[in-house]
Nanobody, 128 residues
Framework: QVRLVESGGGLVQPGRSLRLSCVVS????????MGWYRQAPGKERELVAT???????DYADSVKGRFTISRDNARNMVFLQMSSLKPEDTAVYFC??????????????????????WGQGTQVTVSS
């Protein structure tokens, strides 16, 4: 069973930095995209940043130039370095990964699935 666990959230003053970490555990074939989403109170969950396995990354306009996503494929981890934090960055941050896993039908025939997996979320609060 695949599991994602985030860490690194907390309370930070505006303008300061924070680094989030997420580790993938369990059994899988490949980890494709990995990313971070966030959800502020009363708002929908939104994409913050994604990192594809080939090293390409994409960011929400609101965090470009301030946040950096990186992956450590050897340790099955993804990080989000957040700088120049603003009060509007306050949210629960979720780690996400697109993962291929192998399974077996009751008949014994193997098959492969690709699913999105989520962590439980870590709270980031930016306030003076």
């Amino acid at each position: 069973q695949v599991r994602l666990v985030e860490s690194g959230g907390g309370l930070v003053q505006p303008g300061r930095s924070l680094r989030l970490s997420c580790v993938v555990s369990g059994s899988w074939l490949t980890v494709n995209k990995m990313g971070w989403y966030r959800q502020a109170p009363g708002k929908e969950r939104e994409l913050v940043a994604t990192a594809i396995s080939d090293g390409n990354a994409d960011y929400a306009d609101s965090v470009k130039g301030r946040f950096t996503i990186s992956r450590d494929n050897a340790r099955n981890m993804v990080f989000l370095q957040m700088s120049s934090l603003k009060p509007e960055d306050t949210a629960v941050y979720f780690c996400n990964a697109e993962i291929r896993t192998s399974h077996t039908y009751s008949s014994g025939r193997p098959y492969i699935k690709t699913d999105d997996y989520w962590g439980q979320g870590t709270q980031v609060t930016v306030s003076s």
